[in-house]
């Protein structure tokens, strides 16, 4: 691990779930530990790197020399993201974005009726890692893809449809690995490469991938 390979870059890294509320005690969300962000995040700090960390709701101490910016809904992260974008030189989005969210927020507790039916109108959340990589100074962008099935293709979609530099794939369809668990393998696609790296915990993973988004970094300077 090369613990200079990042010296003097900004790297911004979202974790996390979003929490897109329905009324005041009420909200929709995703299953994220955060695990895997807050390791990205220690481990861009180990290769020199000054980092933010953009993070929803979790259990999770601030790695040491890490700033922590704490939002609640994907719109907050979006917010916290582009406030972040004229300092940023790599952006790492590792969140679990919720992909819709309540059209209004209704301002007391939604009360229970006598229907046994009850319908949620929902809006689509603005793609956060898509817009950052569409921005006019754009930084090195990389994507995360959670798939069950078809996983390097469905990732290279993602990698072309919202610009990315790099995507990290990962199967979640097999056990032990990703969502809140503390093993993961993965596959980092680029336009042009194709690296596996093989099970292991999340920290010593994290080391691996930075080092991967370094040395792809340093080839776009
Ligand atoms: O399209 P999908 O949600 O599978 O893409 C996952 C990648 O996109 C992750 O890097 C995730 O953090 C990011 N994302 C985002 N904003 C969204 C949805 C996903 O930044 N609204």
Not at 48 to 75: M, Q, Y
Not at 109 to 131: F, R, Y
Request: net charge negative; aromatic share 4%; with cysteine.
């Amino acid at each position: 691990f090369d613990t200079g390979s990042l010296a003097g870059r900004r790297v911004v890294i979202t974790a996390g779930p979003t929490r897109e509320p329905l009324d005041p005690v009420r909200y929709i969300s995703n299953h994220s530990s955060g695990k895997m962000g807050f390791a990205l995040a220690e481990a861009a700090m180990n290769a020199g790197a000054e980092v933010t960390l953009i993070s929803g709701p979790v259990n999770l101490a601030t790695p040491a020399h890490v700033k922590r910016i704490d939002i609640t809904s994907a719109l907050d992260m979006l917010d916290a993201a582009q406030s972040t974008l004229e300092h940023c030189d790599i952006f790492i989005a590792c969140a679990a974005v919720a992909d819709y969210r309540p059209t209004s927020v209704a301002e007391h507790k939604i009360k229970k009726g006598n229907e046994e039916i009850m319908e949620l109108h929902l809006v689509k959340n603005p793609d956060i890692v898509a817009t950052v990589a569409s921005a006019p100074q754009r930084p090195f962008t990389v994507g995360f893809a959670a798939e069950t099935q078809d996983v390097i293709s469905y990732a290279r979609g993602k990698l072309q449809r919202k610009k990315l530099d790099m995507i990290i794939a990962n199967d979640v369809s097999q056990a032990g690995i990703g969502f809140n668990s503390d093993e993961n393998a993965v596959t980092v696609v680029t336009h042009d490469t194709e690296t596996a790296i093989a099970q292991t915990g999340k920290r010593q993973l994290a080391n691996q991938l930075i080092e991967q988004i370094a040395h792809q970094y340093k080839t776009t300077q």
